[in-house]
């Protein structure tokens, strides 16, 4: 790494170190599961390009088992786990649902009570209120 940059990442890293963590459950892991890897991408990439996300994993090949109109179904899915601000829930659900191809998608949101303090804030800088 160039010794600018590396001094500049010192400092940043410094800096997100001493500030406080936010507090707990006021960022929130949002789950969304995706027909394939095209649709999970282009959601992904949605979402994190309005802010509504810092970051989106996208977890490949999962395989769901659910009751729908009566029967059993098993599919493979794509699984996105999101990182966001609480508050940003019913915003990211409410674009989730306008572009999603399931007539019925899974947006679900776990708080996070602890994590590394400078990840934290990166979210919370990252996604706006």
């Not at 400092?11 to 963590?21: D, I, N, T, W, Y």
């Not at 995706?34 to 989106?56: G, H, I, M």
């Amino acid at each position: 790494m160039l010794p600018a940059l590396r001094t500049a990442s010192r400092r940043l890293l410094s800096s997100m170190a001493a500030a406080e963590p936010p507090a707990p459950g006021s960022l929130s892991a949002a789950f969304v599961t995706c027909p394939n890897e095209k649709v999970a991408k282009e959601l992904a990439r949605a979402v994190v390009e309005k802010r509504l996300a810092a970051c989106v994993n996208i977890v490949p090949q999962i395989t769901s088992i659910y009751e729908w109109k009566g029967q059993i179904e098993e599919d493979t899915e794509v699984l996105l786990m999101m990182k966001t601000r609480s508050s940003r829930i019913s915003a990211l659900a409410e674009f989730v649902r306008s572009v999603h191809p399931y007539e019925v998608a899974e947006v679900i949101a776990l708080p996070i009570q602890q994590g590394n303090p400078p990840y934290l804030r990166w979210v919370e800088e990252t996604v706006p209120e």
